[in-house]
């Protein structure tokens, strides 16, 4: 993998090339990395790769890049952006549509001894909080979530589960597993016991696969895990 470097950095940490062509590029976020600015004024990872960009392909003015979908600051993994605003189109049909496959991977406390298992609730979203509840049932401003899980692998105290997506809901994942009483390794936001010392939260985007939108070949983008030491207690491929 390629790790960008760059003049802009304010965060000490540098995401992953993982694929780019003319249309799309792909990295590997690390932890609290934003991908869009906000009121920080922290450098964002869109930034970090027009700066890539026009350095490796010494390109004058602007570079265009489209932010195609988002991961939350204290999470890592795979992150594709639209280098042409026909991919960018494109590739936001393909997340409206659902015909992306997204696969994350999570640390959460001893739990769900059966498994596969898929969880359905409704969201309402907090902007002010920055948070999202569920729900067993439907109410007024809810939109339906559901994930399906299972375990790949079991440690003394935690275990490391695997999250297929159906819908794409703000904050799914942390709040429907703090739902069902196992809240994210990390995440004190949706009940997590403690903080990671890095800030962050043990979710990791760790696949994604689409058909391209331009070649039409299928794509399947995998990340590497972050270096916390759950992480690396379990071999990966």
């Known amino acids: 993998f390629q790790t960008i470097r760059n003049s802009t950095s304010n965060t000490g940490m540098n995401p992953e090339i ?91 406390e001893k739990g769900f001894q059966q498994h596969p298992i898929t969880l359905e609730h409704w969201l309402i979203r907090n902007s002010k909080q920055n948070k999202s509840w569920a729900y067993d049932k439907e109410l007024p401003d809810s939109k339906k979530a559901i994930l399906h899980l299972s375990i790949k692998h079991q440690l003394d105290r935690y275990n490391l589960v695997e999250i297929e997506l159906e819908t794409g809901r703000h904050h799914q994942i942390r709040s429907q597993l703090s739902k069902v009483g196992y809240p994210i390794k990390g995440d004190l936001k ?28 299928k794509l399947i983008f995998c990340a590497p895990v972050p270096k916390g030491p759950l992480w690396q207690a379990v071999p990966f491929d």
């Open 18 to 108: 993982l694929y780019e062509d003319n249309h799309l590029i792909a990295v590997n976020k690390p932890i609290g990395m934003l991908v869009q600015g906000d009121q920080t004024g922290d450098t964002p990872l869109v930034d970090h790769l027009k700066v890539y960009i026009k350095e490796k392909y010494n390109k004058p003015g602007k570079v265009f890049l489209g932010v195609v979908h988002r991961l939350d600051r204290p999470t890592s993994g795979v992150v594709v952006m639209a280098r042409t605003s026909k991919a960018l189109q494109r590739m936001n049909r393909l997340f409206a549509d659902r015909d992306v496959e997204k696969k994350y991977w999570a640390w959460i």
């Open 190 to 217: 949706y009940g997590a016991k403690r903080s990671n010392p890095d800030g962050g939260i043990d979710l990791h985007a760790r696949q994604l696969s689409f058909i391209h939108p331009v070649s039409n070949k």
